[in-house]
């Protein structure tokens, strides 16, 4: 099963540069956004996992840009989920143009987790566990 969520997006005038194009600090924020609704989608919000006891900070955050996003375009971010067996959340991140439908831009993110002591977890936690199970990842 394929965990996917999308959202469509306002470039605001103070993300962009000089030149009009984005920031490439916006996209940080943009991956973010996508994430937060994944996590409404597919119950693994930042507070949800905070609840159980665990925090999962990034470790790895990868851009590419194909085109240039510029103020007042109104793009659509997919955010897929993949799969892995080890202690982790990896994103997959695609950005559109609304129109054309061409991508834009591409990325990546590792997230892992850390317990409250802010400690490093090797194994997955049980309640990531008990999602992946739910949503048919194993």
């Known amino acids: 099963m394929i965990l996917k969520a999308s959202k469509v997006f306002d470039v605001r005038f103070s993300e962009v540069d000089s030149m009009n194009v984005v920031w490439h600090g916006s996209y940080m ?3 973010e956004d996508a994430r937060e609704e994944f996590g ?11 609840d159980f006891g665990y925090y999962a900070p990034l470790v790895d ?3 590419h840009y194909r085109k240039p996003i510029t103020y007042g ?11 892995t067996e080890a202690a982790k959340i990896v994103f997959d991140y695609e950005i559109y143009d609304p129109e ?6 591409s990325g990546r993110s590792v997230q892992v ?5 802010y400690q ?3 194994a997955n936690p049980d309640f990531y566990v008990e999602w992946k199970k739910m949503w048919g990842i194993e």
């Not at 409404?40 to 905070?50: Q, S």
């Not at 375009?73 to 799969?83: A, E, K, L, Q, S």
């Not at 987790?113 to 002591?117: G, L, R, V």
């Open 73 to 83: 375009m109104r793009p659509r971010i997919d955010i897929i989920y993949r799969p």
């Open 61 to 63: 955050m990868q851009f």
């Open 40 to 50: 409404r989608k597919y119950k693994l919000e930042y507070l949800r996992i905070a």
């Open 113 to 117: 987790f850390m317990d409250k002591n």
């Open 29 to 31: 924020l943009y991956f």
């Open 120 to 122: 490093l977890v090797w």
């Open 100 to 105: 054309t439908e061409e991508l834009m831009a």
